[in-house]
């Protein structure tokens, strides 16, 4: 199915780093290039993805060694902060559907942040009849990925604020050949990075029309094009995460049966249900 993918979440950052302390309610810049202000909040940054069908492939990893922040309005060269550069590896299939994987927790000065930049050393396809391939990121340690969010992430003194990020597996591991003749991966990270404060999920079940819960159902959303896509459990269950509030037509499908259409309204910050019966064909 074209429209097949594994939505996965990790629960990435909260970045906290405590500045000096300049009299100053919102960060600015000091002459290190370092953020400081009186105030300081957390901000959290989560992981999630859209992959390829899993009926192929065991593993999709992905090694992050650093992420980065930059202040809301800054130009091509203001300085980020350094929120993290431990080296961690996922199998992004380990976390579908809402489980979430810890990376760090840390404090930044209150304030507004809509650049981060993410830099991925590499990652691996293994496949589930045997091979493995192993992938880089052409400079994607040295240069990291910038990430633009809008509307910016408004990092609030004594709160948490969160960050979405929206790993597309599925684009970023490129097939090369087909599905009967692999001849290997390209690796291409792609990610839509969100306000997790305008966002919301959409989560249900997938049965079919004797209450039989459906495993590996595809599930997808769309506002004139596709926004996000993932693969039902083995219990039938499903959550699509990081959707802007706004009305959605909620898809689900299943070799053998009818595509079932439902639509729903997200909310920010909430989770809304959509239920799909599925009719054998």
């Known amino acids: 199915m074209s429209k097949q993918s594994t939505n996965i979440t990790i629960l990435a950052l909260g970045f906290i780093i405590m500045m000096g302390l300049n009299g100053c309610s919102n960060p600015t810049e000091d002459d290190t290039g370092n953020l400081s202000g009186d105030e300081t909040g957390t901000l959290s940054v989560l992981l999630t993805d859209t992959p390829f069908p899993t009926d192929l492939v065991a ?6 060694v650093k992420i980065e922040a ?3 309005g800054g130009q091509e060269g203001s300085p980020y902060i350094t929120l993290s550069e431990d080296s961690q590896t996922f199998n992004l299939l380990d976390l579908r559907n809402g489980v979430t994987a810890g990376l760090a927790e840390l404090e930044v000065p209150a304030g507004s942040y809509d650049l981060f930049r993410l830099y991925i050393s590499d990652g691996s ?3 589930k009849d045997g091979p493995t391939y192993n992938l880089t990121v052409p400079s994607g340690a040295q240069t990291g990925l910038k990430l633009f969010v809008s509307p910016a992430i408004e990092v609030v003194s004594g709160l948490t604020s969160d ?9 970023s591991f490129v097939l090369q050949g087909n599905r009967d003749s692999i001849g290997g991966f390209i690796f291409k990270p792609v990610i839509r990075a969100t306000n997790a404060s305008t966002v919301g999920r959409i989560s249900g079940n997938v049965a079919d029309t004797a209450a039989v819960a459906l495993n590996n159902a595809t599930v997808w959303v769309e506002q004139d094009t596709v926004i996000s896509t993932t693969y039902t459990g083995t219990d039938g269950s499903y959550s699509i995460l990081g959707l802007p509030a706004g009305s959605y037509s909620a898809y689900a499908t299943l070799a053998g049966y009818d595509t079932v259409l439902v639509d729903v309204t997200v909310a920010a910050g909430s989770q809304s249900a959509a239920e799909f019966e599925l009719t054998p064909q």
């Open 59 to 64: 593993e999709a990893n992905v090694t992050i």
């Open 70 to 72: 930059r202040a809301a």
């Open 125 to 127: 396809v293994v496949l």
């Open 163 to 171: 960050l979405l990020l929206d790993f597309d597996v599925e684009k």
